[in-house]
């Protein structure tokens, strides 16, 4: 089985075309997107037509080739819009939104479980942060926090008490559909865990998931695949970690975030990781 594994592509349609191309021309079985799939810029109340006017058509050249398309929307997708996204992945048999749900492949051994909740974050959108456990220190706000409703917008007027009502990310990993076979599961979790130089931001703070680690040192599933810090493998050096024997994956985006394109190829009979990063053709 080979794997295309990409991440944070934001709703930057080139990277979308070349995952597509690449997907194609590489003869792949399965491209795995690991979140914040929709555009970023303008209103996010907008994002909608993303997944209508683009997503809708783009899933269905994949269903033609019939190569899956396992996803789940990140912490910069509008929540209001899960369902919406839900309803048009499965229109296609071989697409699936991956979120707080396993999905198992008929012709194959690999079962694949996904979660997108974050640890809180400074920024104003809060529909998928959460505290990473009870003690769990919130970093300084900037501005207001909001979290998206079918009317637009509802201002947080006291996030710090309002986020304690909420499960945390350790309540959330633990709540996780249970695999079959552990050895044979790969996790796509946005959320990078802790520890292990895959969740550095670019002032050099490690925000990663304690619970996320500890999950996966203790579960010890085969794969796991990360995102949501685009520029940690640029300023770690490292895009492929392990947490005992598990082997986890976060590539990033590229800081010049619009004119490159970054993702993994993986192939699990030979078990060889490829990075590879793209220019923008003009």
Same mark, same amino acid.
């Given at each position: 089985m080979k794997i295309l594994y990409v991440t944070d592509l934001h709703g930057i349609k080139w990277k979308y075309e070349r995952i597509f191309h690449e997907a194609k021309s590489l003869k792949v079985d399965i %491209?795995?997107?690991?979140?914040?799939?929709?555009?970023?810029? =303008?209103?996010?109340?907008?994002?909608?037509?993303?997944?209508?006017?683009?997503?809708?058509?783009?899933?269905?050249?994949?269903?033609?080739?019939?190569?899956?398309?396992?996803?789940l929307l990140g912490n910069d997708d509008c929540i209001i819009f899960d369902t919406l996204f839900e309803d048009i992945?499965?229109?296609?048999?071989?697409?699936?939104?991956?979120?707080?749900?396993?999905?198992?492949?008929?012709?194959?051994?690999?079962?694949?479980? =996904?979660?997108?909740w974050v640890t809180d974050l400074p920024f104003g959108l809060k529909d998928r942060a959460r505290m990473d456990n009870r003690d769990f220190k919130l970093p300084k706000q900037i501005g207001k926090q909001y979290i998206s409703n079918p009317n637009g917008w509802k201002k947080i007027e006291d996030w710090s008490s309002y986020i304690k009502t909420l499960s945390t990310i350790e309540d959330e990993v633990n709540q996780l559909i249970k695999p079959d076979n552990m050895k044979k599961t790969i996790y796509i979790i946005h959320m990078p865990p802790s520890n292990i130089g895959l969740d550095v931001c670019h002032d050099g703070?490690? %925000?990663?998931?304690?619970?996320?680690?500890?999950?996966?040192?203790?579960?010890?599933?085969?794969?796991?695949?990360?995102?949501?810090?685009?520029?940690?493998?640029?300023?770690?050096?490292?895009?492929?970690s392990s947490i005992g024997k598990t082997i986890c994956i976060q590539p990033g985006q590229s800081h010049q975030h619009e004119n490159h394109l970054i993702y993994v190829i993986i192939d699990l009979e030979t078990m060889n990781f490829e990075k590879f990063k793209l220019i923008k053709e003009d």
């Open positions: %491209v795995i997107n690991g979140g914040d799939m929709l555009t970023f810029r =303008g209103n996010l109340l907008h994002q909608d037509k993303f997944i209508i006017d683009f997503l809708d058509e783009y899933f269905s050249r994949f269903e033609l080739l019939k190569i899956y398309f396992i996803s992945c499965e229109k296609y048999p071989y697409i699936t939104n991956i979120a707080q749900k396993k999905f198992q492949i008929e012709d194959y051994d690999y079962e694949f479980i =996904g979660m997108n703070r490690k %925000v990663g998931s304690i619970a996320v680690y500890e999950f996966i040192k203790k579960n010890q599933p085969f794969l796991s695949f990360h995102g949501h810090i685009h520029e940690s493998p640029e300023v770690s050096g490292r895009w492929k």
